[in-house]
RNA sequence: GGGCGCGUAGCACAGCUGGAUAAUGCGUCGGCCUCCUAAGCCGAAGAUCGCGGGUUCGAAUCCUGCCGCGCCCGCCA
C-alpha cells in the first residue's frame, strides 16, 4: 500500500499548496481508513481548520474538487471531515496479480542490500529441560529470526552458552558427588520423571541439579557444599581450563537435550558462542582495564570497581560493578565483552531477554555507549506463570515443553482421526505432529511479549480460530485447489497472466478484500520486524487467512470443470503469501491435512 | 521505599508515533455441508478502554495523580 500512499501524496501536494498547506506534515496523517467502505486511504482535516479558518469538512470538500480522479484512484469522497482515497479495483488487481507483493522465503538469506543481524536467544542456563515460560524465549527469538529472514536481512542466530556460572558448577558437583540413588532419595517428595523422558538427558540430569540445591539449603552440609561449588566458580573465571572441562562434560548432554526440544519446534541455531571464551582470550581483562579508566569509574573500600551511571541518567541504584574485590570479572562485565564481540561480526544487535534482565540490559547498554558502541535492540517478554504461581525449574514447578508438545500432537491426533476417517496412522501421525507444535508456537507468537500471560492447558491445546490450524487449514484449502487444477491440466505461472480479464463487473467484493490485505502484507511484515513485535505479524496472518476464507466461500476457482484464471491467480498469490509466511512464523504448512 | 512494564466485553487478546461506529477469537444464542477440505462460513447479544484530573477541535492512544498486578533494585547468574 505504500504505493498508493506515495501516489495520493503526489495528488494532494499542489491542491493542499493552493489552499495555503505549504510543509508537509499532513503526509504522515494520511492512514489506512477504518471505514473499508469509504476508502482505502483517509486524510483528516481537522488540523488544517484553524490555519485557514473553515469547518473541516468545507476543506474536504474543496479538496474534493480540485482533485481528478484517475486509474490508481477512482474515487475521492468528503465525509465527516475526513478527505477518502478508493483505489480502483482494476489497479488494485492488477498491481496484485502483477507480481508486485514481494513473496520471500524465510528459509534464504537474501544477499542484496541486506542489512547484517545478529539475534541472540534462548541462551538458558543448561541445567535442565525447557519448561514453557523459559521457551517463550526461544519462540520469539527464532520468529524474530525467520521474520527478519523473510523481509530479506542476513541474520544469523545465536545462543550464547553460560559455560561458568554457579548454576553449571552446581550441575558438575551434583553429578561428581551424588549416585542416583541419592538423587532420588533426596526428591522423594516430588513427580518422578515421566517415563518417556528418561533416557533424555535435559530430564536426567535435572534431577542432581534440583537435589544439590535442596542439599545447598540443608543446614548439616550447606557450608561444606558451598565451599566447594564456590571453588569451582572461581577457577572457571579465572579460566581454569580443567574445570571448564568438567563443566562441559557435565552440560553438553543436558543443552543437547534442550536443543533438540527446540529442533522439533524448528529452532535452530547458526553459532554458540561461550562465556568462557572472553575470560580465557583476555577480551574481559582489556575491558576491565579500558573500563578503569572513565570519568564515571570509582573503587570500593575492598578494591571492586565499577561505574557510576547516574551521571548519565540513570535512576535508582547506580552504582554499576564489573570487578570483585578480588579482581574477577562478574557476569555482566563477560556480557559486555560478548558484545562487543558481537559488533565485530554483524552491523545490528537483537537480543531477547526476559524482563528480570531489564536493568542489568540497561547497565550493559549503558557502558557500550561509553565504549563507543550503539545499543542492541532488545525484546523484552514477560513470564508465563502457572496458575498457581510462578515456574521455577529449581522447585520442580513446571510444565516441560517437551510435555506440552506430545499433549498437543496427541490431542491433534484426536481431531485428525475425528474429521478424516480416510487417513492412514502415518498421515494422522504426521499432520498431528505438525499442528501440534505450530499451535504451541502460534498461542505464543500472537501475544504481544510484554504481556504476562497464565499458562493454561486447555488454551494451549485450543486449535480453533485464532490459532496456527486456522492459518494451516486456509492454505491446504488453496493446496487442494491448486492440485485439482492441475488435475484439469492448467497450472498457475506468470504466463496466466496475459489471460486475464480485468472487466471486474461481477466479481465479488470479498476478492478485493483479499487483494487489499495482500497488498498490506509487505507494509505489517516490515513493521513487525522494525519494532521487533512478531504479534503484529500473527495477526497479519490471521487477517489473511480470514480473507481467504471469505474468498474462497465467494468465488469458486473451478466451476463446472473449467478453471477461472483471474480466481486461480490471486488463491496462487495469497497461497504462497500464506506458505512464506507461515515459514515466517516457524508454522509448518501442509499440502493436506 | 525507588525504577521499569502491564491494566481494553464473562474469558483471552489487537489497536497505543492522537482522528470516523474500539478490531478479533473463545464462550453464549441462531443459521449454513446435492457445490474447490465445515479445523470453515454467515448473523445476534455482549465494552463506564482500571479510576480521577489535564493537554487538544478531537484521547483507549499523550501528560499527571491514585488503585491493582508483574519484574528488578548482589561485589549472583
Not at 527464532?142 to 552458552?161: I, K, M
Not at 551511571?309 to 579482581?327: I, Q, V
Not at 501475544?447 to 490450524?469: I, Y
Request: net charge negative; glycine share 6%; aromatic share 8%.
Amino acid at each position: 500500500m505504500e504505493i498508493l500512499r506515495q501516489h495520493v501524496e503526489e495528488m494532494l501536494s499542489p491542491a493542499l499548496a493552493n489552499l495555503g498547506i505549504t510543509n508537509d506534515h499532513w503526509k504522515g496523517m494520511i492512514s489506512v481508513s477504518r471505514e473499508k467502505q469509504m476508502g482505502d486511504l483517509s486524510l483528516p482535516c481537522f488540523a488544517f481548520a484553524k490555519q485557514l479558518s473553515m469547518a473541516p469538512n468545507e476543506i474536504a470538500e474543496s479538496l474534493k474538487k480540485a482533485l481528478a480522479t484517475n486509474e490508481i484512484v477512482e474515487e475521492v469522497n468528503s465525509t465527516a471531515g475526513y478527505l477518502n482515497f478508493k483505489s480502483s479495483r482494476k489497479w488494485l488487481a492488477k498491481y496484485v496479480i502483477g507480481g508486485n507483493v514481494r513473496i520471500g522465503n524465510a528459509e534464504l538469506n537474501s544477499a542484496n542490500e541486506a542489512e547484517s543481524v545478529l539475534i541472540e536467544h534462548t541462551s538458558a542456563n543448561p541445567n535442565g529441560p525447557f519448561h514453557v515460560g523459559r521457551a517463550r524465549n526461544a519462540i520469539l527469538g527464532d520468529t524474530l529470526v525467520r521474520l527478519n529472514r523473510l523481509h530479506g536481512n542476513n541474520v544469523r542466530s545465536e545462543y550464547y552458552v553460560d559455560d561458568m556460572g554457579k548454576q553449571v558448577a552446581v550441575l558438575a558437583w551434583a553429578l561428581a558427588n551424588l549416585s542416583a540413588e541419592e538423587v532420588e532419595n533426596i526428591l522423594s517428595d516430588r513427580e518422578p520423571v515421566n517415563e518417556i523422558w528418561e533416557t533424555k538427558p535435559d530430564h536426567a540430569r535435572v534431577r542432581w541439579y534440583q537435589a544439590a540445591q535442596v542439599l545447598r539449603n540443608d543446614e548439616s552440609v550447606k557450608d561444606d557444599i558451598e565451599k566447594a561449588i564456590g571453588k569451582m566458580v572461581h577457577a572457571s573465571e579465572n579460566g581454569d581450563h580443567g574445570v571448564l572441562d568438567a563443566f562441559e562434560n557435565a552440560y553438553q548432554p543436558v543443552l543437547d537435550g534442550m536443543l533438540e526440544t527446540l529442533s522439533r519446534l524448528r529452532i535452530n541455531f547458526d553459532e554458540f558462542t561461550k562465556e568462557s571464551m572472553f575470560v580465557t582470550n583476555g577480551d574481559v581483562s582489556n575491558i576491565m582495564q579500558k573500563l578503569s579508566t572513565l570519568a564515571i569509574h570509582g573503587v570500593a573500600d575492598n578494591g571492586a570497581e565499577y561505574l557510576d551511571l547516574g551521571a548519565r541518567g540513570l535512576k535508582g541504584k547506580t552504582e554499576f560493578f564489573y570487578r570483585r574485590g578480588d579482581g574477577s570479572s562478574l557476569y555482566a562485565t563477560r556480557d559486555i565483552a560478548y558484545h562487543i564481540w558481537k559488533y565485530s561480526q554483524c552491523d545490528t544487535l537483537i537480543n531477547v531477554l526476559g524482563e528480570d534482565h531489564k536493568l542489568q540490559s540497561k547497565q550493559v547498554s549503558m557502558t557500550l555507549n561509553e565504549l563507543g558502541y550503539n545499543s542492541p535492540e532488545v525484546l523484552f517478554y514477560s513470564f508465563i506463570k502457572l496458575p498457581d504461581g510462578k515456574m521455577s525449574t529449581r522447585r520442580g514447578n513446571v510444565v516441560f515443553m517437551d510435555d506440552l508438545l506430545e499433549e498437543a500432537k496427541a490431542h491433534a491426533a484426536e481431531v485428525v482421526k475425528e474429521i478424516r476417517t480416510d487417513y492412514t496412522d502415518e498421515q494422522i501421525s504426521h499432520i498431528a505432529e505438525a499442528v501440534g507444535t505450530s499451535a504451541v508456537r502460534f498461542n505464543i507468537i500472537k501475544v504481544s511479549p510484554d504481556k504476562g500471560f497464565t499458562f493454561r492447558w486447555e488454551e494451549a491445546l485450543s486449535f480453533d480460530s485464532d490459532s496456527a490450524p486456522f492459518i494451516m487449514y486456509s492454505h491446504t484449502r488453496s493446496r487442494s485447489i491448486a492440485s485439482k487444477c492441475l488435475a484439469l491440466g492448467v497450472a498457475y505461472d506468470d504466463s496466466n497472466i496475459e489471460n486475464i480479464n480485468y472487466d471486474f463487473s461481477d466479481i465479488p467484493q470479498s476478492m478485493f478484500e483479499l487483494l487489499r490485505v495482500i497488498a498490506t502484507h509487505n507494509d505489517a511484515l516490515m513493521k513487525a520486524v522494525e519494532q521487533n513485535r512478531p504479534n503484529l505479524f500473527a495477526n497479519q496472518l490471521l487477517a489473511l487467512a480470514n480473507h481467504y476464507n471469505g474468498f474462497y466461500r465467494d468465488c469458486k476457482v473451478i466451476s463446472d470443470g473449467k478453471v477461472n484464471q483471474t480466481y486461480l491467480a490471486v488463491s496462487e498469490i495469497a497461497s504462497k503469501l500464506l506458505r512464506s509466511g507461515m515459514i515466517g512464523l516457524g508454522i509448518e504448512p501442509l499440502e493436506k491435512m
